[in-house]
Every structure is written in C-alpha cells, then in structure tokens.
C-alpha cells in the first residue's frame, strides 16, 4: 500500500491489474462498502473493477496524513470519472425532438441496436390536419432519457418550424437539450416518476428489456397475454394414457409389494378415496388456498392502490420483438419506500390475480464431482444432439404390456422437492423499492402449501 | 480539493426532487460539507453496469433540508429555469457547433495529411459521391415527409451559406468536390466527434435561474417546489439527520440495512459505517421488543450496532440509544 505515497496520481497504472486480481480474495460480504474509483480506468476499454478496501475510522490526531491523501485520491478519481463527457461518434448518434405537449420523442434519425427493443411507430398528422397521418418512431419519455443519458442520443426541445428557418440554424431541429433538461422535463410526464425512471434505468443498464405494462396509447404495442400452463391432452394421447392406466392398475393388483410408508392400500372399487391425502382432504372443514375469495371486501372509494404492476420485463435473452412482444419475464411494481407502506393482503391478491401460474423449480440432479466434468467435456465435445437410444421391438412390446418396466429405462421424472416449490411459490411479482436514489428489489410470492401437506 | 471552492450551491429542483449535475458542486458538497447523496445516473463510457454510477447526484430530503437551513445551498425551480432560447441564441450555438466540428476536422486533417484521399481511387470516390447523394435525398425526403419545413426553405437550411462557402444553393451537384468541407451541411455530414451536454447552466446560454432560486423552506414551499418535512415523522428524520451531521458523521440512506441511515465516521469512499440509525418520531412512541431483537441481530450480522435515535419534537433535541448483541453463551 505504500507505494501510494509515491504515486500519488489518480490515473489507473498498468500495475493495478494484479492489485485488483488480489483483491479478488478480499472481496467482503459489506454491501454498503462502496465501489472503489481509483480503480475505474478512465478508458476507452470498459472494464469493472472491484470493491475496494475501507479503513475502519480516520485517525483523530491527524495520523501521519496517509489517510487525507488516500481520502483525496479517491474523491479525484470519482470526480475524473464523473467529468468524462459524452462523447460519440457522429456516425453513430441518433437525434430526436421531444414535443412536451404529447411527451414523446420523435426519432429523426434511428441509429445503433438500442431501437430494436425501444421505441414504437404512431400514426401522427402533423401540422395541417389536412396532410395525411404519416408513421414515425417515437420514444417514450423514460426510452428517451435512458439513451440521453447514455450519450446515444442528441435530442432537441420542439420549437415552431418558422423559428428554425432563420439563416444560420441549419442543422438544427430544434433547441439543443442537455442532459439535465432532459431529466427536468421529461421525468413527470405519463406516469414517470423519478422512482419508475430509476428502476428502468438499473434495468437496461444490466441489459434487461423494459416496457411498459399498460400501454400509454393504442398505438404502443401491449404484450401477449400469459399462457394458461393448463396443457390440454389431444385424443390420441388421452387414449392412450386411459388404456395405460388401466394396464398399470391391473398389473398392480398382482405385484404390488407392501410398502411401509404407505400401508393403506389404495383400491378405487372397494373403499372410494382411501388414500392420505384423500382422507385428509375430507377432514378439511375449512377452506384453504388461494382460489377461496378474500373474506375482506374491497371498499368501492379508496384511492388507487400505488401496488400496480408497471414495468413488464424480458430477460437479455428472451427472443424480443418490438412490435409483438411477448409474455413478460417478470412483471414488477415500483412503489416509493418513503410514501408506500407493505402491500395488503388484499393489494397482493389483486396483483396476483392477473400474473401467471409459474412451473415448478426444476429439481437438480446432484452430481458427483467426477460425473460433472464428464458432462461438461462430452456437451462441449458434441453438443448438438445425442442420438436417443432406440429400443428395439421386443423391448417396445414389453414397455407397452408392463408399463413398469417401461419406466425403469428412462429415468423416471423427479418428484419435485417440496420445500423448494414451496419457497419458489405459485405466482411471483417483483417489487422495486427506492428511497432517495437506492433501490431494491423483492420479489413476493405465492405459497402453494394446500399442495404439499406435510403429513 | 481545495477550499477557495466555497461558494453557494444551487440545488436544482424537479418533481420534489433535488439534483446535482456540477460536478463541481459535488465536490464542494462532499468535501467542504459532508453531504454525499447518492449517484443515479449512467456513466457514459461504462454504461452497462450499476456499481459506478455517474451525475445526476440526487440528494436525501433530510440533506436537502440540512443545506438550505445552513444556507449553503438554494433551491432552483430547473424547469422553469430552461428558458426557451432566442433566435440569435440558437444561432450562435450553431455556429459554436460547426467551429468546433471544424476544428475537430482540421486537427485530424493534419494528423494524417490525405492518407485517406490518396487511397481512394477515383472510381472509390465517385461511388462514395453517390452514396452519399442517394443518401442526402433520402434524408431530404424523410424531413419533406415530416411535413415541418418546405421544400424551398430545406433548401435553404441544407445549403445556407457558411461563412466560408461560395453561397451557390447547388442541387445535388455532378461536380462539387467532395474534399471541400466548405459548406455546413457538408461539415455535419462529416464524420466528427459529437457530445450530449450534461450540465444546462455550463452549455446553454439560455439557462438562467434569476427569480427562480429559493434560499429558505418557506418560499420554496409557496412556490410548490418543496414540501419536505411536512409532518411529524419527516420533522423528526431532518432533527436526527442534523444533529448527527453536527456532531461530524457522514450519512447514507439506510435502506437496504433496514434502517433510515448509515452512520459513517468519515467520508463513506474510505470508510465503513459504524452504526444503522432508525428515528424514533417522540419519546412517547411505543417500541416493540421484536424490533429491538431484530434490529440487533441485523446490526450484528453486518458489523455495525443499531443506533436508536429519538426525537423531541418540543425540545428540539435527539437522544441515542445503540443494541448490540450481548454474546452471552
């Protein structure tokens, strides 16, 4: 560490990059250890470095001012990289003029991937009402403010076409906007408070897609409804699976062997409903789950409840077209810590109302260390597709008249754990808190216990 | 970091919310007054991650409260602020914008004197020509689509005489050079390095906050600007928030370790937090024994003690309480 005291200049050496390899070890549970800028490159080459180390307390009597000089060459170095400006190529900007009075941005010129994922056509009759409705991109306002602030886009404030006629304003399509102003006039229109901005900004920063749950307009594209996972069987297979189930339970009358765990035997046509969960099924007198109503009842004049989900998001790799999206990822609220208590049992009824059934955790298979390895060489050697075994007809036959042989060749589906799918729940909803420029997120979900019972 | 920096900052005030984008200011509020906020807004040459983050700095109510009662900030209305530019305005901005890019051409024009130009055959840059034709008229077409400006008013704008240009309004021209960035629209069709300002007050002319600044609660409260604290609770967080801050320490939102603040010793780039505080609103406030348990075994487990910090509305006066886990057997 004492080498600081010779080098006492904020600019990223060469010999950093061991420093930070070391502290890779280092790396400490704090969350509120915050990042480390002197070890931010000011660069071209993006690179992001680790948490660094803190001292506990400085010293009272001054010390031997080691930690002042530590203490400045850590703030110089977060004010450099804080002062870099936004510099872009002018072959790789695109330019937008933000019109206040509908608060949208119209995108002159598109550039660069981020269009793929932002950004939607509208049908607008400019001027004269007369000309015809043309489309044009348009950004909303957190679309917009996002690739501002990125540097990806220069946007102008609309200012009347006879105004930017005067000689000397080519080039121009309206007055320039900064950053700041961007933020000071955009943020607080349609629904964007500076919370909800904050959110969609942390979200596409890691890459996510964000779009808007409840579309501003007709004309923004809303995403495809959540598919029911009820999986309807076709004829075929319906048949099949009933003249299975005949086979099985007939075969199992003769070779059922007595099991410990279960010692009630379970036979349909003499005692109905003899099984555990049946019988207890029937000593149930009250209702469980959550497909029985709430016994609170809404009161018709409260206020809106703020527990409303706004931001539909797609994971980097979900396949995402703009101008049909498809079923979100996740569905998230975004409330504001200082003005929003805990949602209500009956807020989160209602959120969960409209969300999806999600499937199962898969369970993992667990790997004996050797086993992994082998797994890992052989998908990398030939990854495309393993040739399923085929069975040959005899074994076919077989499988088809005992169906219990049939199930020891492939390996039969795992039961799921049922603490994890307890933990994972039914329905999931993603809460973004923020306080003052910090966010969070939790996600709340739907128990399912009434599936599981213990006993 | 020096001290002659000390001037009074303007906080600029949008949707109740108070931003720094000087990064001036925010040195001066961090160093010469202990006043930290938190960074929200994207760097730009690492724009993909959210450890390092850039201006805006957005600051804690209670910070806000705290700067304005010390009358080392004032509050601005920055909507309003954004004036809507004259003519003249925007004309010199413009021109400010094609020196710059011209200086820029002319810096990398000197760097490599026509390596480029000898390269090129002549067919390359025939084609180039067209290219870059087919792509003008497309452009033309798109703004003429756009329906804001008129064929012969485009015209203009396009080919406005520069102070350089021989001023001929040429059509799309068989045999303009194409070395000569003489005129605007060449220049802007060139390829130059641009950048999105940041900051309104350091890039537009236009931006001024006479008449609109605020240097007490009050007349920001008339104003509508600013409503912070309004009730007990949000009284009590900027009594708290101040009295810590006198006696020296540094505070952070705490949030994320279930409290209201992180209680730092120094400056929270160096050093770690010593205590999560939660504010109590009044002495008479009912305080259950599982918050105790939780808060002090929330403390324990991220290395700081809970710091209770009551206060009397009344006597304007904050009494502290820290839990730690007692560790016996």
Known sequence: MDDYLELPSANAEPSKLDEIREDED???????????????????????????????????????????????????????????????????????????????????????????????????????????????????????????????????????????????????????????????????????????????????????????????????????????????????????????????????????????????????????????????????????????????????????????????????????????????????????????????????????????????????????????????????????????????????????????????????????????????????????????????????????????PMA | MATSLTRVVELRVSNHKAYVWDVDDIAILRAEHHICGVLTGTLPHVSQQNVFLGPPLILLPEEVVLLVQKEFAVLVDDPIAHHTPSTSKLRRWNSDRLVSIRAQMGAVESKEPNKKAESLSEEALRKRREREETKAAAARAKALAEGNTEESTLQDNLFSPSPSSSATPVPPAVDERPATPATSANLLGSLYTVTIPASSPASLPWYSSDGLTYSTLESAKEAGIWTYPSDLHERAKCGVFRDLWENGFYMGGGIRFGGDFLIYPGDPLRYHSHFVGTVIDSPTAALMPMEIVAHGRLGTATKKAHLLCGWDDEKQEVSYYSIEWAGFG
Request: charged share 20%; aromatic share 10%; net charge positive.
């Open chain 1, 26 to 452: 280092l790396s400490s549970e704090d969350e509120d250890e915050g990042p480390d800028w002197t070890k931010l490159p000011i660069s071209v080459r993006p690179v992001i470095p680790k948490r660094g180390e803190k001292d506990f307390e400085p010293i009272v009597q001054g010390g031997s001012g080691y930690q002042q000089h530590v203490l400045n060459r850590a703030r110089t170095a977060m004010l450099d990289a804080l002062r870099m400006p936004r510099t872009i190529s002018s072959k790789g900007i695109s330019y937008g003029i933000w019109h206040p009075e509908i608060a949208r941005v119209h995108v002159t010129t598109a550039r660069g991937t981020h269009f793929t994922s932002m950004g939607h056509s509208v049908a607008r009759a400019e001027g004269n009402s007369t000309q015809r409705a043309l489309k044009r991109l348009e950004l909303l306002p957190e679309e917009a403010l996002y690739l501002v602030e990125r540097g990806s886009l220069f946007c102008w404030k609309y200012v009347e076409s006879s105004l930017l006629n005067a000689p000397g304003l080519d080039g121009m399509e309206g007055s320039p906007m900064t950053v700041q102003q961007t933020f000071a006039e955009m943020i607080g229109r349609e629904d964007l408070t500076p919370e909800k901005y904050q959110v969609y900004a942390y979200l596409r920063r890691l890459g996510y897609v964000v779009t808007r749950t409840k579309p501003p307009t007709s004309a923004y594209p809303q995403a495809a409804p959540f598919k029911t996972r009820i999986h309807r069987l076709s004829l075929l297979e319906r048949m099949y699976s009933s003249i299975r189930s005949l086979i099985t339970s007939f075969v199992g009358l003769f070779s059922r062997s007595l099991n410990g765990w279960r010692p009630i035997r379970h036979i349909p046509w003499l005692h109905h409903n003899m099984d555990y969960p049946s019988i207890f099924k029937n000593l149930r007198f009250l209702h469980s789950g959550h497909s029985v109503p709430l016994h609170e009842k809404k009161k018709s004049d409260q206020p809106p409840s703020p527990y409303e989900i706004f931001f539909n998001v797609y994971k980097p790799a979900t396949p995402f077209k703009k101008t049909t999206p498809p079923a979100p990822d996740f569905s998230m609220v975004v409330v504001n810590a200082r003005t929003t208590p805990m949602p209500t049992l009956s807020e989160l009824t209602d959120l969960f109302e409209i969300l999806p059934e999600l499937p199962p955790p898969v369970p993992r298979r667990r790997l004996a260390f050797v086993e992994q390895k082998e797994q890992r060489s052989t998908t990398a050697a030939n990854s495309p597709s393993q040739p399923i075994p085929q069975l040959s007809f005899l074994g076919r036959l077989i499988t088809w008249i005992y169906p219990r042989a049939a199930s020891q060749i492939p390996e039969p589906p795992r039961k799921p754990n049922p603490f994890a799918v307890l933990k994972a729940g039914k329905k999931l909803v993603i809460v973004a808190v923020v306080d003052a420029g910090t966010t969070s997120f939790f996600g709340f979900r739907q128990g399912m216990f009434e599936e599981f």
